[in-house]
């Protein structure tokens, strides 16, 4: 079993920056995907962002392309991801996800294992 804990998240004001981590225990996932997705209160979960195992491939939703930034370092068995210019739209639950195929996908049932969710709060 794979255990992901998520780390990071808080309240900010809107043109701010978070970074949430995401560290992974238990069993070995080399060559696993990473996935960050978010859920807001009385929304469905959505993706956010994925990386492959090496790094090398990365993708986003449109919503967040070219203000967040995901990132792994599989030496430390943990993802992050960078927010910038944080906005209201942000707020949500911020989960990790992990799969055990290396390519960066974006539909939720296609991960294994889940953390529990950070809580990031953007006021206006």
């Known amino acids: 079993q794979v255990q992901l804990v998520e780390s990071g998240g808080g309240l900010v004001q809107a043109g701010g920056s978070l970074r949430l981590s995401c560290a992974a225990s238990?069993?070995?996932?080399?060559?696993?995907?990473m996935g960050w997705f978010r859920q807001a209160p009385g929304r469905e979960r959505e993706f956010v962002a994925a990386?492959?195992?090496?790094?090398?491939?990365?993708t986003y939703a449109d919503s967040v392309k070219g203000r967040f930034t995901i990132s792994r370092d599989n030496a430390k068995n943990t993802a992050y991801l960078q927010m910038n210019s944080l906005k209201p739209e942000d707020t949500a639950v911020y989960s990790c996800?992990?799969?055990?195929?290396?390519?960066?996908?974006?539909?939720?049932?296609?991960?294994?294992?889940w953390g529990q969710g950070t809580q990031v709060t953007v006021s206006s």
């Open positions: 990386i492959s195992w090496s790094g090398g491939r990365t």
């Open positions: 996800a992990t799969k055990n195929v290396g390519l960066p996908t974006f539909l939720p049932k296609e991960y294994d294992y």
């Open positions: 238990g069993r070995s996932f080399v060559g696993y995907a």
